[in-house]
Nanobody
């Protein structure tokens, strides 16, 4: 499985961006997919996950109400719509394919895409 995230960029506070993560392979439809981010000097942190089985979604408290995860199985793509961006959202954003365990831990994900940089200016 290969994952490729894109859509990052520089945006002013209050602005929006939509990240995309395209996945190779025929197993995407049955893959639970997550988004994480890592700010400079900080650990990689959970942002959101969307389950393949029932579409159930979870968000980190820090992005709840501002970010929306979605997926298009026909396009093998998972999205992260980010609204009302804040300077503290500045980070490299990663998509990942879930394997097992807690959705909130990076060790629960078996494949990772190359990150895409999001920079929010104040």
């Amino acid at each position: 499985v290969q994952l490729q995230a894109c859509g990052g960029g520089l945006v002013q506070a209050g602005g929006s961006l939509r990240l995309s993560c395209a996945a190779s392979g025929r197993t995407f439809r049955s893959s639970t997919m997550g988004w994480f981010r890592q700010a400079p000097g900080k650990e990689r942190e959970f942002i959101s996950v969307i389950r393949w089985s029932d579409g159930r979604i979870y968000y980190a408290d820090s992005v709840k109400g501002r970010f929306t995860i979605s997926r298009d199985n026909d396009k093998n793509t998972v999205y992260l719509q980010m609204n009302s961006l804040k300077p503290e959202d500045t980070a490299v954003y990663y998509c990942a394919k879930y394997s097992s365990g807690s959705y909130y831990y990076i060790t629960s994900y078996e494949y990772w895409g190359r990150g895409t940089q999001v920079t929010v200016s104040s």
